[in-house]
């Protein structure tokens, strides 16, 4: 068809409709970099402890440039982020909003993902030589600002969920950590999960493993600080090979679909675990066909797959499961992996948390 008979065929309606679609992606893509500032800057910080400021109140607090914070306020009140009261010419933050950027013990906290959006878009020029010529990228190859934005976009929803409701959905696993189990915590990256495992079950102790030094440099920083040493240990080791044996808990969180041989670190999961034992494999929320991930958690975890979880495997010659990999692919995963039994104990709008036995 000739470029007029294109023209004569669009509906104007809809594609002003996808015209405005693709106005508010521009906006959103460079906003994420300055909500990216605010969170490094303590801009949020200063606004949500002082109250309504004009721009140049909120540079002096902040020891930044007005002129950049000027810019920086109308991008944020035009975006939702922040509110613009026109009499006073001063800028604020509701209680909504100060909470989901400023309060990181919060489960409703969202400033670490904006760490994870920058790092990952640092990688796209690699990430396009791929897509021509194949092959990948390691979780550590991509900038620091991923295991930092990781740790801090993940902990909220384990803080919320892990001990309260996935721990308790697993088969006998609760009263076993009450009285004193056995945890591995596999792909354990900056230890907040394994923490957390630690301050609620103190009689029970806990190994967490990553193949990422600097990780488990800061998770043993962070035991420490926490005062968990004395029943928490990190290691470097990969999940083909992590030591140990008679685990009452092999725990997976987010990671099963970022590794190599996938099917492998089941493999040796089966080989640790106690007869009696569980396997905790927490996914992101994924639908089990392709058209059910046509959603706006569908649409940020298939482009965080393509830029960082599908590309890792790719880089280790695996199947690349990916990030939206169906409840069947990561079924068929722990099956041929030697593990007998698994089912979706519960789920959460970002989760799905899946039980796996002898």
């Known amino acids: 068809m000739s470029a007029a008979g294109q023209a004569q065929s669009i509906n104007e309606d809809k594609m002003n409709a996808f015209l405005g679609k693709v106005v508010g992606d521009f906006g959103a893509s460079l906003s994420s970099a300055l909500v990216y500032i605010g969170q490094k800057l303590g801009l949020y910080k200063a606004m949500s402890e002082a109250g309504p400021l004009t721009p140049d109140e909120l540079a002096q607090r902040t020891n930044t440039s007005e002129r950049y914070v000027r810019e920086w306020l109308i991008n944020q009140a035009a975006g939702g982020y922040a509110e613009y009261d026109s009499e006073s010419g001063r800028y604020s933050l509701t209680p909504e909003q100060a909470t989901a950027l400023t309060d990181e013990q919060s489960p409703f906290y969202v400033g670490g993902g904006f760490f994870v959006v920058k790092a990952m878009t640092s990688a796209v020029s690699r990430i396009e ?59 354990c990256g900056h230890g907040a999960s394994t923490i957390i495992m630690a301050r609620a079950f103190p009689n029970s ?16 920083e962070a035991a420490a600080a926490a005062g968990v040493s004395d029943r928490v240990t990190f290691d470097v080791a990969d999940a083909l090979t992590f030591p140990g044996d008679d685990y009452d808990l092999v725990c997976f969180f987010d990671c099963l679909h970022d590794m190599g041989n996938p099917v492998g670190a089941i493999r040796r999961t089966a080989e640790v675990m106690a007869n009696s034992g569980s396997a905790l494999i927490v996914e992101p929320m994924a639908g089990n ?29 695996g199947p690349a499961l990916g990030a939206v990999a169906s409840e069947d692919a990561i079924r068929d995963t722990v099956l041929a992996g030697g593990l007998t039994q698994f089912r979706r104990a519960t789920e959460t709008p970002f989760n799905r948390v899946f039980e796996a036995r002898h």
């Open 205 to 220: 102790r806990f190994r967490g493993f990553d193949n990422h030094e600097q990780s488990i440099k800061h998770a043993r």
């Open 289 to 317: 066909t392709v058209e059910e991930n046509f959603n706006p958690i569908g649409r940020t975890f298939a482009a965080a797959s393509t830029l960082c979880c599908t590309s890792n495997s790719l880089a280790l010659n």
């Open 129 to 187: 030589d791929h897509f021509r010529n194949g092959g990948g990228m390691l979780w550590g190859e991509h900038d620091p600002d991923l295991f930092v934005g990781t740790e801090k976009f993940f902990r909220p929803g384990y803080s919320a969920h892990l001990v309260a409701a996935w721990i308790p959905s697993l088969t006998g696993i609760e009263p076993k950590l009450k009285t004193g189990g056995r945890v591995a915590d596999i792909g």
